[in-house]
Structures are given as C-alpha cells and as structure tokens.
Nanobody, 112 residues
C-alpha cells in the first residue's frame, strides 16, 4: 500500500517560488502515475499536474509554463516546482496516487 506525505508549503510573495515534495512509501510507487491537486477555500479540488511512471508530464492551463512536476523513483519522491506564483495559487496542495491514495496536504499561501 502506498502512503504519501507532502511538505514544502508556506507563505510566498507574488512572483516568488516554492518547491513542494511528496514522499511515498510502498514498493509499487515507481509504476504509478502521480498527481498534484489543489483546493482553494470555497472551491472544488482541481488537478494541477500529472507525471507518469516514465516521467511524462501534463499540466492544467493555470500551471502551464510556471510549474514543473518531477519524480525520483529511486528516492520515492515527487516534486512540484512552482515559479512566478500568483495569489490565485493559494490553496492546500495534495499529492495523489490513485482514487483513495492521498496525502494530508500542505498549505501554500501567496500574498504580499
């Protein structure tokens, strides 16, 4: 069974950068596609980025060109590098590895 733990959230100014990390346990991690979702207050959870086991990445329009998802299958880690951040990026960010495999989330706040 895969378990996920996110870290790296915090407060950042507009235009700044953060790098989120998702640490995974479980021997099947390396074969799973991994997703980053986010949920802003009063809004539905939305998909931000996906990375396949081979490293192919896809992004939501809101993240394209600013965010980069990557993974290290040896370390069982997935990362989300967020650059040129905007106030609308403020949300709780979750790592996901399937329908019932979620981390606890990490808060990201973008504010002057």
């Amino acid at each position: 069974q895969v378990q996920l733990v996110e870290s790296g959230g915090g407060l950042v100014q507009p235009g700044g950068s953060l790098r989120l990390s998702c640490a995974a346990s479980g021997s099947i991690f390396s074969i799973l596609p991994i997703h980053w979702y986010r949920q802003a207050p009063g809004k539905q959870r939305e998909l931000v980025a996906t990375i396949t086991r081979g490293g192919a990445a896809n992004y939501a329009d809101s993240a394209e060109g600013r965010f980069t998802i990557s993974r290290d299958n040896v370390k069982n880690m997935v990362y989300l590098q967020m650059n040129n951040m905007k106030p609308e990026d403020t949300a709780i960010y979750y790592c996901n590895a399937g329908p019932r495999i979620w981390g606890q989330g990490t808060q990201v706040t973008v504010s002057p």
